[in-house]
């Protein structure tokens, strides 16, 4: 099923990437009982850091906040509210702390802060890459956390996950390395299947790999592997090779980092994004989803537009330019972009050809865009 000379490229990659985020999770930086694993953050820095003096440039995405303010209040938070506050207090715990371990080893931390607002709103987005890469220039390491002080649910990005999977296609970077408490993405459960084994690589999600992931896997962090493989997606598409490995373990950034056989990979596709391109996959939160034909599927793989006569299916509550998936026959999706009609139009207009839009929607004499989505305003995303 999995391609050995493709996993020997994407290890190559991952050994020769000069531009590299490293995505830790609250379960990896802290202990079962909620309290931080000081002895598993400094060798993980001194690892971040030992790479960037062997001339590569480095992004920390982290979690943690809401862990250190649990940590030092003793408050077991349930509302948004109560978890913003949590968050407010334990940033700065958690910045002290890595500002304690960067400065042993010569660095300076800058932290940076972001919501879901940041990501959709062109002009934050571009800032955001300024920001981070000026940052780099300087030879400061970049801490970057959702802001959960101000975010909810409506806002977040969803989780450091594709944070950090949003952070590395806005950067350009080469690879992303997501270190979880678990080594991978196996063929089943492992903690109810023995015979489950890790799937060395990845080359293409699939419904069949999204069927996959599971629910999160502790009460500790956010994420689980459902949110890595949408990571994954982000990643790959955007030209970032990823790698899902076990942070607990012993030197894996440095093994991670030489090309070792561990955990999982997801490889690059060839071709970087430009930055409205990036901009238009992942800074923009989808609303909805398209579903189209198989003839339809193959002209857009082709270059074409999204045709309204290629559609079948139509969900979610849009409005025109809004970003919506598009989705083919097996529930895969295969491409995003930008709609240039309303949810409500569109499921009027679905498998009908352009001259008949003006009567089907009442408009008269008026002048209809002829396609759904613009080739200009469309990621393919497989």
């Given at each position: 099923m999995?391609?050995k000379?493709?996993?020997?490229d994407a290890?190559?990659r991952?050994?020769?990437?000069?531009?590299?985020?490293?995505?830790?999770?609250?379960?990896t930086?802290?202990?079962?009982?909620?309290?931080?694993?000081?002895?598993?953050?400094?060798?993980?820095?001194?690892?971040?850091?030992?790479?960037?003096?062997?001339?590569?440039e480095?992004?920390?995405?982290?979690?943690?906040?809401?862990?250190?303010?649990?940590?030092?209040?003793?408050?077991?938070?349930?509302?948004?509210?109560e978890?913003?506050?949590?968050?407010?207090?334990?940033?700065?715990m958690?910045?002290?702390?890595?500002?304690?371990?960067?400065?042993?080893?010569?660095?300076?931390?800058?932290?940076?802060?972001?919501?879901?607002?940041?990501?959709?709103?062109?002009?934050?987005?571009?800032?955001?890459?300024?920001?981070?890469?000026a940052?780099l220039?300087?030879?400061?390491?970049p801490?970057?956390?959702?802001?959960?002080?101000?975010?909810?649910?409506?806002?977040?990005?969803g989780?450091?996950?594709?944070l950090?999977?949003?952070?590395?296609?806005?950067?350009?970077?080469?690879?992303?390395?997501?270190?979880s408490?678990?080594?991978?993405?196996?063929?089943?459960n492992?903690?109810?299947?023995?015979t489950?084994?890790?799937?060395?690589?990845?080359?293409?999600?699939?419904?069949?790999?999204?069927?996959?992931?599971?629910?999160?896997?502790?009460?500790?962090?956010?994420?689980?592997?459902?949110?890595?493989?949408?990571?994954a997606?982000?990643?790959?598409?955007?030209?970032?090779?990823?790698?899902i490995?076990?942070g607990?373990?012993?030197?894996?950034?440095?093994?991670?980092?030489?090309?070792?056989?561990i955990?999982?990979?997801?490889?690059?596709?060839?071709?970087?994004?430009?930055?409205?391109?990036?901009?238009?996959a992942?800074?923009?939160?989808?609303?909805?989803?398209l579903?189209?034909?198989?003839?339809?599927?193959?002209?857009?793989?082709e270059?074409?537009?999204?045709?309204?006569?290629g559609?079948?299916?139509v969900?979610?509550d849009?409005i025109?330019?809004?970003?919506?998936?598009?989705?083919?026959?097996?529930?895969?999706?295969?491409?995003r972009?930008?709609v240039?009609?309303?949810?409500?139009?569109?499921?009027?207009?679905?498998?009908?050809?352009?001259v008949?839009?003006?009567?089907?929607?009442?408009r008269g004499?008026?002048e209809?865009?002829?396609?759904?989505?613009?080739?200009?305003?469309?990621?393919?995303m497989?």
């Amino acid at each position: 099923m999995y391609d050995k000379r493709k996993i020997t490229d994407a290890r190559n990659r991952l050994r020769e990437a000069h531009r590299i985020v490293v995505k830790v999770g609250t379960s990896t930086l802290t202990h079962a009982s909620g309290e931080f694993n000081l002895w598993r953050v400094e060798r993980l820095i001194r690892s971040m850091v030992d790479e960037i003096n062997a001339g590569r440039e480095i992004v920390f995405v982290t979690s943690g906040a809401i862990a250190a303010g649990r940590s030092r209040t003793r408050i077991k938070a349930a509302t948004i509210p109560e978890k913003q506050a949590l968050a407010a207090i334990g940033q700065g715990m958690l910045m002290h702390i890595y500002e304690k371990f960067f400065a042993e080893y010569g660095k300076i931390p800058a932290q940076i802060l972001l919501t879901g607002e940041d990501a959709r709103h062109h002009a934050r987005y571009v800032n955001s890459r300024n920001a981070l890469l000026a940052l780099l220039a300087m030879g400061v390491v970049p801490v970057v956390n959702e802001n959960d002080a101000v975010s909810t649910n409506e806002i977040k990005i969803g989780d450091n996950d594709t944070l950090s999977a949003t952070v590395a296609t806005l950067i350009d970077a080469d690879a992303l390395i997501i270190l979880s408490d678990i080594d991978g993405v196996y063929t089943a459960n492992p903690a109810v299947d023995r015979t489950a084994h890790l799937i060395d690589e990845i080359p293409e999600i699939t419904p069949a790999v999204e069927e996959l992931a599971g629910g999160a896997g502790t009460t500790r962090g956010t994420g689980g592997m459902r949110t890595k493989i949408e990571a994954a997606k982000i990643a790959m598409t955007g030209g970032v090779t990823m790698l899902i490995a076990d942070g607990r373990a012993d030197n894996v950034l440095r093994r991670a980092l030489s090309g070792d056989k561990i955990g999982t990979v997801f490889p690059a596709r060839e071709a970087h994004l430009r930055l409205r391109k990036r901009y238009l996959a992942f800074g923009q939160k989808i609303a909805g989803s398209l579903t189209v034909d198989a003839g339809c599927e193959k002209a857009l793989a082709e270059g074409a537009s999204l045709l309204a006569a290629g559609i079948t299916c139509v969900e979610g509550d849009f409005i025109a330019g809004d970003s919506a998936r598009v989705l083919n026959t097996d529930g895969q999706e295969i491409a995003r972009g930008s709609v240039n009609y309303d949810a409500e139009d569109l499921l009027k207009i679905i498998g009908q050809r352009t001259v008949a839009f003006a009567a089907l929607l009442n408009r008269g004499t008026a002048e209809l865009p002829e396609t759904v989505i613009h080739r200009d305003n469309l990621v393919m995303m497989k």
